[in-house]
């Protein structure tokens, strides 16, 4: 049985990279797309989307570049979204 797309669990933010890598699975998930589809489309690696999406990772300038690009916003909105999951602490 396939996993469903998506965190299935709240997660706590402590720093920005974690509070991207919510934001930029809130996004995918609500497109309904998989991680493999978000990597496919942004022109990464299956396992680089899942380490942004954990906040092991941290995205150049260049990788925010093309995933807002993938998804169709711009990158000031995906930066402010994450900048304000972080105030908060965690993901809604």
Do not use: C, H
């Not at 380490?51 to 092991?56: K, M």
């Not at 260049?62 to 998804?71: D, G, H, K, Y």
């Amino acid at each position: 049985m396939a996993k469903p797309i998506g965190a299935d669990k709240k997660r706590t933010v402590r720093n920005l990279d974690e509070a991207f890598g919510a934001e930029l699975t809130e996004v995918r998930t609500r497109r309904r797309w998989s991680q493999q589809q978000l990597a496919e489309t942004s022109g990464y690696d299956e396992s680089y989307i899942r380490q942004l999406e954990r906040g092991t990772k941290s995205a150049t300038l260049r990788t925010l570049s093309n995933l807002a690009s993938a998804i169709s916003l711009p990158v000031s909105v995906l930066i402010k979204r994450a900048e304000t999951r972080l105030r908060k602490g965690s993901r809604e």
